[in-house]
């Protein structure tokens, strides 16, 4: 069963910081891009950055460009998202998932994990 676990979410000031963990189980991560997403009360859900599963290409959202960081490190099976100078509009649960393809729409891609929650917040 392939499965996707996040962690590292947290209560954190404006200015901040947090890395977000995305382990998988079931599968191996290499032959997949995988994107983080966050869904934020009221709102839908929006794509925040992505890394393929080749050539280490990376996707980032608007709003989070030169904040945000997204890594891989297949011998663990694990992809990060290194979150800095956090604001409040940041605060959401955010997902990772897998897909074939890099991108940021969510219905590229499946095998969402549970979310974790950021709330940015003095």
């Known amino acids: 069963q392939l499965q996707l676990v996040e962690s590292g979410g947290g209560l954190v000031q404006p200015g901040g910081s947090l890395r977000l963990s995305c382990a998988a189980s079931g599968f191996t991560l290499d032959y997949y891009a995988i994107g983080w997403f966050r869904q934020a009360p009221g709102k839908e859900r929006e794509g925040v950055s992505c890394?393929?599963?080749?050539?280490?290409?990376?996707y980032y959202a608007d709003s989070v460009k030169g904040r945000f960081t997204i890594s891989r490190d297949n011998a663990k099976n694990t992809v990060y998202l290194q979150m800095n100078s956090l604001k409040p509009e940041d605060t959401a649960v955010y997902y990772c998932?897998?897909?074939?393809?890099?991108?940021?729409?969510?219905?590229?891609?499946?095998?969402w994990g549970q979310g974790t929650q950021v709330t940015v917040s003095s």
């Open positions: 998932a897998a897909s074939g393809f890099l991108g940021l729409h969510p219905g590229l891609f499946g095998s």
């Open positions: 890394i393929s599963s080749s050539d280490g290409s990376t």
